[in-house]
């Protein structure tokens, strides 16, 4: 029926191709700086090819953190300044002042500084390249609808927000006796699926409908094009991955479909989780450590009083326990009672706001991890 399903590019894909030219471009940079100055530092940075390595660690977890591989974002020049310029300045800032695993201290302060320039341009120059050469033609996702054709408009709009590479080009109505002019242009009749398919390409088919519109007809042509290689999804599922989100609007009223009153618990996941608890917050709270002459410096400075903060939360089964942080609004901001915070909340001090940007504040926590009190795999209390 089709021709054979062509080689595309998927959501996990594109975020295994940033990461790893991310690293690809910063070492790339940093070797150009290298072969033209005889600089130490990056001499050096070359005679242990491991500490590379920790390089690309850093810069791949705190790109995630300031949010480097959200395909909505780096999709937009406009968008991405900000967590260009803050991975940028925290990969330097871990790499500098991790001497265990990275090199010692530069000698020159110039170093410091090109080692920041550096990393910034090498990922500047790579994002600029995949948005205007990449992003907008290899990544183009043409997709085939099938819902009813009054939901078309506000599902097709859904997804194209949140992934500006989508493009839904046709529609299947499954309520077939339905009459609209204006859907004309975009409606794929169900006998033309094959010559519309065979001539264009189509990255996968979503379904957006439930079984009491689906026709036996349609069915069979779904289970038709899927077996000739063009996927077929569900637009929940499409809409979960990419806003992280459960569609509830889809959704009956039915929530012990999804929500059942009885679970197993698997031992082997509850240790592994356990496991990864144990060593995550055991890292975290290194960094924590090395890093806190500097915090502790700056809450001196623009964030007067005490570092830590805690307060009470209910976590599994009710019981009661402490929460701690590191403290971003200013002394008693919660005296009269718990009050969620705003965006541009006048209680958060100006070092407050790099901590919160930066996920910082929330680096205490990893003592609740290790208590058990908490776990790096949700829920939140």
């Known amino acids: ?29 940093l070797f150009l700086l290298h072969a033209f100055t005889d600089l130490k530092y990056f001499a050096a940075l070359y005679q242990n090819y491991y500490w590379i390595a920790v390089l690309a660690i850093y810069l791949n977890l705190l790109g995630t953190v300031f949010e480097m591989y959200n395909l909505v974002i780096i999709s937009f020049a406009n968008k ?14 871990f790499f500098i002042f991790t001497p265990i695993v990275t090199p010692s201290f530069p000698a020159k302060r110039v170093e410091l500084f090109l080692l920041f320039l550096v990393i910034l341009l090498a990922l500047t120059v790579w994002r600029l390249l995949y948005i205007y050469l990449l992003a907008s033609k290899r990544f183009y996702k043409p997709i085939v609808l099938v819902c009813r054709s009054k939901d078309f408009h506000k599902l097709s709009k859904e997804l194209s927000v949140n992934d500006p590479h ?16 204006l859907l004309l242009d975009y409606q794929l009749n169900l006998e033309d699926t094959h010559s519309f398919l065979s ?7 979503v379904v957006a409908d439930d079984s009491k519109n689906t026709s036996i007809a349609i069915y069979n042509k779904l289970l038709e094009v899927s077996e000739n290689g063009i996927p077929i999804t569900q637009y929940e599922d ?4 990419l806003t992280n989100r459960i569609p509830l609007h889809l959704k009956d009223k039915s929530l012990y479909k999804f929500f059942p009153f009885t679970k197993k618990q698997n031992r082997l996941y509850l240790i592994l989780v356990r496991i990864i ?10 960094v924590l450590f090395v890093i806190t002459p500097f915090i502790l410096l700056f809450n001196l400075i623009w964030n007067k009083g005490p570092l830590l903060f805690h307060q009470e939360r209910i976590g599994r089964k009710e019981v009661p326990f402490q929460i701690y942080k590191l403290r ?9 009672g718990a009050v969620f915070a705003t965006s541009n909340d006048c209680r958060i001090t100006p070092f407050g706001k790099l901590l919160r940007k930066t996920r910082i504040d929330e680096f205490p926590q990893f003592i609740n991890v290790l208590k058990g009190e908490m776990s790096i795999i949700g829920p939140r209390p």
């Not at 959501?11 to 790339?28: C, N, Q, Y």
């Not at 608890?277 to 290194?286: H, Y």
């Open 238 to 241: 499409v809409y979960e991955d």
């Open 166 to 181: 989508i493009k839904i080009v046709k529609f299947i109505a499954v309520d077939v006796n339905h009459s609209n002019s």
């Open 199 to 205: 001539s264009n390409f189509i990255s996968e088919i």
């Open 1 to 29: 029926m089709t021709k054979p399903y062509r080689k595309h590019f998927e959501i996990s894909e594109r975020k295994i191709l940033l990461r790893f030219f991310d690293v690809l471009f910063v070492v790339g940079f």
């Open 328 to 336: 971003t609004m200013i002394v008693n901001a919660e005296q009269n």
């Open 80 to 93: 991405i300044t900000k967590g260009l310029l803050l991975t940028s300045f925290f990969t330097t800032l």
């Open 277 to 286: 608890d144990v060593v995550v917050s055991i890292f975290g709270l290194s």
